[in-house]
């Protein structure tokens, strides 16, 4: 009896584990507009292009979004948009956040903020949330993306990721790029 409620509470923790990080479900997405032009530069007080994404916005953190700030937007922009992935995960690319419909004069966002009027589709989780680095296993790279799109989009909250990450990709007029790191514990 106690070997079954012991495999049954791994089964549990390992499935949870799974479905809360990078693991392997819902992943493999393409990421939008590899083509746009690298005009944006985006930054975080919080993490260096490269570095390791504090705990605090991490799954074993207070998994709040980090403050992010961006310059270059081009003068054509009508909106912008984030996009946070990791394309370490088991499964394939793991979209961690997407926020769509940021005023186009919008050049930082606070830590654990999301301004008026922008949306969030659902991630990889199934959640219109920010979802922190959750890595299971070793060292995972999280790409945070900023978008320059020609106009807004004209989907509702909580859209499902394909939809929000082809929105994305048919309006996008620059971009710019930043990487944090985060490893398994």
Known sequence: MSFRLTAASAVTFVAASLLSGCGFFGGDVTEPARTAPATLTLTSPAFEDGGTVPQRYT???????????????????????????????????????????????????????????????????GHARYDGPCPPKGTHHYRFTIYALRSATTLDNGIDTTRALDAIDGKAIGRGTLVGTATAP
């Open 59 to 125: 799954c074993t953190g207070r998994n709040e979004s980090p403050p992010l700030q961006w310059s270059g937007v081009p003068t054509d922009a009508g909106s912008l948009a984030l996009v946070v992935t990791d394309p370490d995960a088991p499964g394939g690319t793991y979209v961690h956040w997407v926020v769509l419909n940021l005023d186009k004069a919008t050049r930082s966002l606070s830590a654990g903020a999301l301004p008026s009027g922008a949306l969030q589709a659902r991630n990889s989780a």
